[in-house]
């Protein structure tokens, strides 16, 4: 072996998920969600947003 250390090179693709987590969040203050609505919320926050959109309960 030989003594060169390894170089590691570090890349970072957080942009979208940063965008997503802000959706989420808007969604859970904006419909009025619960907790476990919010939880849920997590993984389905466009079919909620649109079902309260949809249903004309905007404000």
């Known amino acids: 072996m030989t ?4 170089r590691i090179h570090i890349q970072q693709h957080g942009g979208l998920g940063l965008i997503w987590f802000i959706g ?5 203050g904006y419909a009025k969600l619960g907790f476990w609505a919010g939880l849920f919320g997590l993984f389905v926050w466009p079919y909620l947003l649109g079902d309260h959109l949809a249903s004309g309960s905007a404000g």
């Open 3 to 6: 003594d060169v250390p390894r």
């Open 24 to 28: 989420w969040l808007f969604t859970i």
